[in-house]
């Protein structure tokens, strides 16, 4: 592979005659919304099965008939998700090749192998997911929750290959070329790659934050319209802990990222910390803006951002003046990349506020809590977990700007020259849309069917008319 600084000087000298395609404001909108739709869906396809399976070991170990219940509503919200995830999903497949053909020409080699990977576990993901949702009654039940198992496993791989391929954007290795092309890749280099190991495992942790404090703040809502019965309160417990838990582990991931970043993508972290000069004693600053080159309207904490990164107060950090002109982040970029990371740190932070105040509520009571203003935050949580998910993916990714590769490929050069994008993105505008409305619909016809307890004993289609299972056992039929 090429040294980064020679690929680097090539771009420029490419981009010094080179203006912006027309296409490329209409490709990133596109993307920026297909990204946004999606990884709403993939913490649910990542650790909402992690949670049904959760409630199934808890109803065949304690024989809770609530916790069955839960286990197997949750599994047909699971497979409307699914479904929606795989929707969205293709659509961004498709659009990898339409919208960026420079990115697939050039690199699709190497960027293509963790898409391959992820292809794999979807399917399987799909094959053992059905075996669980069709197995309800009709396996044994420890040989059906085993089948949930693979869907989990699955779950993780899939999302574990597609974060690779976007961290080897970041972070390219595993490739040599010659003449710009090329001639050799080495899979194992291109999967696990430099910024691998940390992005998977910060998205991962993601996923169980947002899934876990989003089914809590269902089961919040439910009590405070006074459902303070075992089911809401199981419910509530299996989402709550999960998030609660994680929470501060991922509070400490997201520190050692940080210092990851401030390493290996100096460009990324002078846009997180606002920062317009090089220097020592850097401040962390609180909001702000950058406004022709000068910080405005920020709270600085005078050397917190060089403590951060270096535990020194002297430590340097590179600045937006380090970096060659041609290839500098806007000023607007740059805003929207500090207070995405503002956001997204600002919501872990009260996030992990909740999670405290509930261990301190448990402790004196030793149950679920019952304090309004708590079961009022806990049903807001889940949105706030959404946001902190969808300022750091802005991160990851307008902090790369203007790369597509860094250090290899201008997102300007990877993008199409051809035809007009505009219809294209409001005909997928429209499809999300349209996905997104009849999963809600359906989702809302389930919670309807469920209070009217009218559903749970309802018949595969096609299935054998008597389930395997006795209708005896506790967990072959639900209350």
């Given at each position: ?72 509503r949750w599994s047909k919200v699971a497979a409307v998700l699914f479904a929606v995830g795989a929707v969205s999903g293709t659509v961004l497949t498709f659009e ?269 009571h030793r149950r679920v809590p019952t304090n309004v203003w708590f079961l009022r935050c806990a049903a807001l949580s889940g949105l706030v977990a959404l946001v ?92």
């Amino acid at each position: 592979m090429p040294s980064a600084s020679c690929a680097t000087t090539a771009v420029l000298q490419a981009l010094a005659s080179a203006g912006e395609p027309s296409q490329l404001l209409p490709a990133r909108e596109q993307m920026a919304f297909t990204l946004g739709f999606h990884i709403i869906i993939v913490p649910f396809g990542v650790a909402f099965t992690f949670l049904m399976l959760l409630a199934n070991h808890r109803g065949l170990r304690r024989g809770d008939k609530q916790a069955m219940l839960l286990a197997r509503r949750w599994s047909k919200v699971a497979a409307v998700l699914f479904a929606v995830g795989a929707v969205s999903g293709t659509v961004l497949t498709f659009e990898l090749g339409i919208l960026w053909p420079g990115l697939m020409g050039r690199y699709g080699a190497a960027f293509g192998f963790p898409f391959a990977i992820e292809g794999i576990f979807f399917f399987l993901e799909a094959i053992f997911m059905s075996f669980y949702i069709y197995g309800w009654d009709r396996l044994s039940p420890w040989a059906h929750f085993w089948t949930g198992v693979p869907v989990v496993i699955s779950s993780l791989g899939g999302a574990s290959a597609v974060v690779a391929a976007n961290a080897w954007m970041n972070q390219p290795g595993g490739i040599t070329m010659r003449a710009g092309r090329i001639v050799d890749v080495s899979p194992a280099k291109v999967f696990f790659n430099g910024a691998f190991w940390f992005e998977t495992i910060h998205m991962l942790l993601a996923a169980y934050i947002v899934a876990g404090f989003v089914v809590a703040g269902v089961y919040a809502a439910g009590m405070l319209k006074g459902r303070q019965d075992a089911y809401h309160r199981t419910g509530f417990l299996i989402g709550f802990v999960v998030a609660a838990v994680t929470v501060p582990v991922q509070i400490f991931v997201g520190d050692l990222v940080a210092r990851e970043v401030f390493h290996s993508e100096p460009a990324k972290f002078a846009a997180i910390e606002l920062l317009p000069d090089s220097g020592d004693h850097v401040p962390e600053t609180l909001g702000g803006v950058l406004i022709d080159g000068k910080v405005r309207y920020g709270l600085p904490i005078p050397d917190m951002a060089s403590l951060l990164a270096g535990f020194r107060p002297s430590t340097h950090i590179d600045g937006l003046d380090a970096i060659p002109a041609p290839v500098r982040p806007s000023d607007a970029g740059v805003s929207i990349v500090h207070l995405a990371f503002d956001i997204m740190v600002g919501a872990s932070m009260a996030l992990l506020a909740l999670s405290v105040w509930f261990a301190w509520l448990w402790w004196r009571h030793r149950r679920v809590p019952t304090n309004v203003w708590f079961l009022r935050c806990a049903a807001l949580s889940g949105l706030v977990a959404l946001v902190s998910l969808e300022s750091g993916w802005v991160v990851t990714e307008v902090g790369r700007q203007p790369w597509t590769v860094v250090g290899l490929l201008l997102t300007q050069d990877a993008v199409t020259t051809h035809g007009n994008l505009w219809p294209f993105f409001g005909a997928t505008v429209i499809i999300y849309a349209t996905v997104g409305t009849g999963a809600l619909l359906v989702l809302r016809a389930l919670r309807r069917r469920w209070a009217a307890q009218g559903d749970d004993d309802v018949q595969v289609p096609y299935g054998p008319e008597v389930p395997a299972v006795s209708a005896a056992s506790p967990e072959s039929r639900t209350p």
